[in-house]
């Protein structure tokens, strides 16, 4: 069961991943097609179509971005507990060791 569910959500992410993709290069492919695009009218389907790609591949843009920057800083703040427990740890001495000192 649990195996099921591990597998749909692989899927689904899986699909979300290509729809992103897929969004970015056919909006890019939209915006090199009608580069050359000469607005005739004040009220161009193709001009607002232009505008709507250049948002969809901007905000994909910014939310990627935004995801890389948040998952760098979740590292440095790993990194940065993990030397610090490393190099600043208490060591090593006769009382945590449970040494018997006698004379």
Not at 18 to 46: A, E, P, R
């Amino acid at each position: 069961m649990i195996n099921n569910l591990f597998k749909e959500k692989k899927f689904i992410v899986i699909l979300m991943c290509i729809n992103i993709i897929l969004t970015i290069m056919i909006n890019g492919l939209f915006l090199s097609l009608h580069s050359d695009h000469h607005c005739v009218d004040k009220d161009c389907y193709i001009c607002y179509q232009l505008h709507q790609a250049k948002e969809n591949i901007r905000r994909f843009n910014f939310k990627i971005l935004s995801l890389i920057m948040f998952f760098f800083t979740c590292l440095l703040f790993i990194f940065y507990i993990i030397y610090f427990h490393i190099h600043f740890s208490v060591k090593n001495s006769l009382i945590k060791l449970k040494v018997r000192l006698d004379n």
